[in-house]
């Protein structure tokens, strides 16, 4: 089967740093991808790793280990406007030709003053 | 604005009703993706079109099908509505279609359809 495996809450301070794990079991993989979603809004894609290693795109990074089917979002100098879920997604292994993304349950972030 | 067009917006009807939800895929993107999102659950993934041709199959009901028509816009048909299919519904878009060497298929998703079956 396929599985994501992410908390569902995490809460931190504004300006801090605040790490989001993942763990997936999936077949046939082609990358960690991550996903914000603001309250009732549309997600919106923040990151992606193929490879092992860390990626940075500002304020945002995200790792992946392929031998521990684990990756990280890492999320510096926090700001209120962090507030939100957060998802990690994996190619869906009912894709069959396709390319559709399973994602994990969410982590909601709450960023606090 | 993402580019992804989803009509209705909202929408509240009775248990066995049925509705469509449509969607206009961003300029360029070929893939069309729904997923359901309920309270409290992740994004669950439905199907997927590409170029008219379905290419994966998720959680989907029987009672609920899906099509995309030659100008790439896709329809999401929901029949004898149960209150369990109350969710937020999201088309999402992308240029991809299948794997390919350059990496990341990203999904560019509308602003739903917020579903209420009553």
């Known amino acids: 089967g396929q599985s994501l495996e992410q908390p569902s809450e995490v809460t931190a301070v504004e300006g801090a740093i605040v790490q989001i794990n993942c763990t997936y079991q999936?077949?046939?993989?082609?990358?960690l991808s991550w996903y914000q979603q603001h309250d009732g809004g549309a997600p919106t894609f923040l990151s992606y790793n193929a490879l092992d290693g860390l990626e940075e795109t500002g304020r945002f990074s995200s790792f992946l280990s392929r031998s521990d089917s684990y990756g990280y979002l890492l999320l510096q100098e926090l700001q209120m406007k962090d507030s939100a879920s957060y998802f990690c997604a994996v190619r869906s292994s009912n894709s069959n030709s396709g390319y559709a993304l399973n994602f994990g349950k969410g982590t909601s972030l709450l960023v606090t003053p | 604005d993402s580019g992804v067009t989803q009509t209705p917006k909202h929408l509240i009807t009775a248990t066995g009703q049925r509705v469509t939800l449509r969607c206009s895929p961003r300029?360029?993107?070929?893939?069309v993706y729904w997923y359901q999102q309920s309270l409290d659950q992740g994004l669950q993934f439905l199907i997927q079109y590409y170029n008219g041709e379905e290419r994966a199959k998720g959680n989907i009901l029987e009672r609920f099908s899906a099509q995309q028509f030659p100008d790439l816009h896709s329809e999401l048909n929901l029949s004898s509505l149960e209150l369990g299919d109350s969710a937020l519904y999201f088309c999402?878009?992308?240029?991809?279609?299948?794997?390919?060497?350059?990496?990341?298929?990203?999904?560019?998703f509308g602003a739903g359809s917020r579903l209420t079956v009553l």
């Open positions: 999402a878009s992308s240029v991809q279609g299948a794997p390919s060497p350059s990496g990341a298929n990203v999904l560019t």
């Open positions: 999936t077949s046939g993989f082609y990358g």
């Open positions: 300029s360029g993107d070929l893939s």
